[in-house]
């Protein structure tokens, strides 16, 4: 069976590119020839590339430019028009009418809109879209609920032909490893009795990441707090800035992008995760699957809050309330195990690519 799917791009720091690799690294490759269209990696971020291609996935990677990937992907779809399934992660409005381009050039493939983000507010021009992608797509996922009727329209989940395809993690890489954080913590010179809050993302306007900053300044009245945030992005050098405005340049570690994503969520004795928009955020997952307590906003949708570990407070709440909810909830030592809930919930790996699998071939005509 061929597949096309189409992502944002190559890089690690992209939630929507972490599903994608995650769910190609453990498709039957034997079975589905998977080609990958997506944009080129960031010049700041590892790419995604290698794995993959190991895998046997086939990389189209075209400029990493929203105009650019349309017209690549109209010249592609004009000569290759034997797919099967197209499988496009979405999380724009201007998804819907490169659906309806994918319909007119390639008519006999089974098209899946996959939606990833609830960004408020819902306008006229978003409900044009869920109309155009009703139209022309013949199956619907969310990673969460709250995804798929932002994306695809109010009622969708009512429907026979949308699921909610879980963003599932490793369990194999994401689980409590006490070796794991003593080392990262070695690492960085934190000591068991300091106390770590950490954040992985990208440092942009969706993660919020300058109130992140002021909610560890009010964490920090207590001198063993310290904050490490992995990942980079174009509001690093306000970040910075504003470490250094509340005199805590000395307990805030800007550790970049890190490969090791488990070493460090293990490292952490609380994720913070205070996003003004998300779909159902990857790192929520991850670091309830390493055990970390977590402290969220309600922009967050609750759908991967799948234990009790996660924790949420409104953006408006006072900076003292955000303060004294990490202390009660952070962790203090070695992480407890989660699994048993995730697994049951969907989010383990395995089993979300073995039910991929299975409507693939339900789509494709092979169920």
Not at 135 to 152: I, N, P, Q, T
Not at 167 to 189: C, E, M
């Amino acid at each position: 069976m061929r597949i096309l799917m189409i992502s944002n791009h190559l890089g690690v720091q992209s939630g929507v590119q972490r599903y994608v690799q995650n769910l190609l690294l453990h498709l039957d490759t034997t079975r589905y020839q998977v080609d990958l269209f997506v944009g080129q990696c960031p010049p700041d971020q590892a790419s995604t590339a290698p794995a993959l291609e190991a895998r046997g996935v086939r990389i189209l990677a075209v400029p990493d430019h929203k105009r650019d990937r349309i017209r690549a992907l109209w010249r592609h779809l004009r000569t290759h028009k034997d797919y099967d399934i197209i499988h496009y992660h979405t999380a724009s409005k201007i998804g819907a009418p490169v659906c309806g381009m994918m319909r007119l050039l390639c008519p006999r493939a089974k098209i899946i809109v996959h939606s990833h983000i609830v960004y408020p507010p819902m306008t006229l021009t978003w409900r044009a879209a869920h109309g155009v992608y009703q139209l022309f797509a013949d199956y619907f996922l969310g990673c969460g609920v709250a995804a798929g009727r932002f994306v695809f329209g109010d009622h969708i989940d009512r429907r026979p032909n949308f699921a909610v395809a879980c963003n599932a993690v490793d369990q194999g890489r994401f689980y409590p490893d006490a070796a794991a954080r003593a080392a990262t913590r070695a690492r960085y010179g934190i000591a068991d009795t300091d106390r770590l809050a950490g954040f992985v993302g990208r440092l942009n306007h969706q993660k919020n990441p300058l109130f992140l900053m002021e909610v560890f300044a009010a964490m920090a009245a207590d001198p063993a707090w310290k904050l490490l945030l992995v990942g980079t992005g174009e509001m690093e050098a306000e970040m910075r800035a504003a470490a250094a405005r509340h005199g805590l340049t000395d307990r805030v570690i800007f550790a970049g992008v890190q490969s090791d994503v488990p070493a460090y969520m293990n490292a952490f004795d609380l994720f913070l995760l205070p996003s003004n928009f998300e779909g159902s955020p990857v790192t929520l997952v991850e670091a309830q699957g390493c055990g970390v307590p977590c402290l969220a906003s309600t922009n967050v949708p609750d759908d991967g809050a799948v234990t009790d570990l996660v924790h949420f407070l409104p953006l408006d709440a006072p900076l003292t309330e955000w303060a004294a909810t990490a202390d009660r909830i952070a962790g203090r030592g070695p992480h407890a195990d989660h699994w048993a809930e995730l697994a049951a919930a969907g989010y383990e790996l395995h089993t979300a690519a073995a039910r991929m699998e299975q409507l693939y071939d339900q789509l494709g005509g092979k169920g």
